[in-house]
Each structure stands twice: as structure tokens, then as C-alpha cells.
């Protein structure tokens, strides 16, 4: 298990990706390899003016410092932030980003794609439409695919 | 003792209101039982535990399932299946 750790953050504002590689990687030179994954807000051909992110305070941040936990003792990382915002979130604006840092690109991208399977069908958030006719369209129904998508993670055993 | 139901999504939009402190009554050991019982609390809980099925659950803010005991509980949250990512 390595000492890694990971930085989670559950907001309301955007955050600024370039920043945060940097906040990883700043003054080190032992890092190889930075994965992110940013997830956006899209406007489903034009269908879509808003999301709005419910989410469970405290057990969102509590569940994803359990993922992110689980990643660095499955991954040698050398840095990993987490950021999910709730609230209303218009088509182009971030969702989420995923920052890991490994000597060694497998690693970082093995860990950052776990971290999303997980978070999809994991983290207490809830989206609900807000369509461009002005109505509102209801909550998103979670997807089966993103279950089996967390399941292909789980070891033997489990 | 009294135990904090917190509602999300659509379980809180059906049932009208995000929390409430409730006294169980003796006999309600899982969550599965809890389910039951709320269901037949009124229109509004018959509504959003139609399919118990699709029910998550969290006790002190983590996952379980409809099998766990709740005895010790603080606080237990009903939700639909996640969107987040």
C-alpha cells in the first residue's frame, strides 16, 4: 500500500483541470505518468439546458474517499484527486475529474478508470434534467451498463 | 429510540419531504422490514416504495443491503440507483 493520499473534493464551483495536475505534479520529479478524466455536462443535441446534481453530503464525500482508498492500495499512485460538484451545471461545464499520477502510464490510467466505473454507480449523486423547452424532464434512470462497468473490477472472491 | 430517515432524488420528491425522525415500531429488524413498514405509512410512501426493489440504502452514510440488520442505526437514507459521474 503506498502513502498516497488522495484528495477529495465535493463542490459546488468549477474547478480548473490544468490546475489541478499541477497541484500534483509541482516540485516532483518522480512522477511518469497523469491520467485525467473530466467528465461534462452535455446538451444532448440541444435537447438539454441544465443538470441539476442532488447529492448526499457527508456520505458523498465519506463513499468516494472509500473508492479513492481501495485505488491506492490497488495501484502504485503517486498523487490522485477526486472532484465532483453538485447543483445546477449548464451543457459544457464540468461534472467531475479524476487526477492520477503514477511513475508509469498503466497504473494511472488502470486507476482512473476504476474510479469512474465506481463513482458512476457508487457516489450518492442523482442528476435531473432540465430540458430546453423549459420543462423539466425528470431524473436520469441509472444505466445497467454502468453497474457491469464496476463489476469487471470486483476480485475473485467477491 | 428515535432514527433519522434522510430522502433523495425522486424516494424525496414522492414522499414530500427530505428527512424525518421516526420511532420504529418493535418487530423492524432489516431493511427490508423498515421498507415494508413505511410503505404502508400513506399514499405518498406507497408511491416512492412501489418497486422495493430499486431501493438503495445507506446506514451512517454507507451502502448496504435489504438483508442488514438496523439495530444501532442513527440515520438511514433511501435513494435510487445513482447517476453521478
Given at each position: ?40 455536462c ?9 443538470l ?37 451545471i449548464?451543457p459544457?461545464e ?65 | ?85
Amino acid at each position: 500500500m503506498s502513502g498516497v493520499v488522495p484528495a477529495i473534493r465535493i463542490q459546488r464551483e468549477d474547478f480548473d483541470v490544468d490546475a489541478e495536475i499541477f497541484g500534483l505534479t509541482k516540485g516532483r520529479t518522480d512522477i511518469g505518468a497523469v491520467v485525467t478524466f473530466s467528465g461534462l455536462c452535455r446538451d444532448e443535441q440541444g435537447a438539454l439546458s441544465a443538470l441539476e446534481l442532488e447529492h448526499y453530503p457527508g456520505m458523498a464525500e465519506a463513499e468516494i474517499g472509500r473508492i479513492a482508498a481501495e485505488a491506492v492500495e490497488r495501484w502504485p499512485l503517486q498523487g490522485l484527486t477526486v472532484i465532483h460538484r453538485h447543483g445546477k451545471i449548464m451543457p459544457g461545464e464540468n461534472i467531475v475529474l479524476v487526477v492520477a499520477a503514477s511513475s508509469h502510464r498503466q497504473a494511472a490510467f488502470e486507476a482512473a478508470n476504476f474510479l469512474m466505473d465506481y463513482l458512476k454507480s457508487r457516489a450518492p449523486f442523482w442528476k435531473k434534467e432540465y430540458l430546453a423547452d423549459g420543462s423539466e424532464g425528470g431524473w436520469l434512470e441509472a444505466k445497467e451498463a454502468d453497474d457491469q462497468a464496476a463489476d469487471r473490477w470486483k476480485k475473485q472472491g467477491e | 429510540m428515535s432514527t433519522k430517515l434522510i430522502y433523495f432524488a425522486w424516494v424525496r420528491e414522492r414522499i414530500g419531504k427530505p428527512e424525518e425522525d421516526v420511532d420504529l415500531p418493535s418487530g423492524i429488524e432489516t431493511v427490508g422490514d423498515l421498507l415494508r413498514w413505511l410503505k404502508s405509512r400513506g399514499e405518498e410512501y406507497e408511491n416512492a416504495l412501489q418497486y422495493p426493489d430499486v431501493i438503495r440504502v445507506a446506514i451512517n452514510q454507507e451502502h448496504v443491503g435489504h438483508r442488514e440488520k438496523i439495530a444501532g442505526a442513527r440515520e438511514i437514507a433511501l435513494f435510487p440507483p445513482m447517476t453521478g459521474g
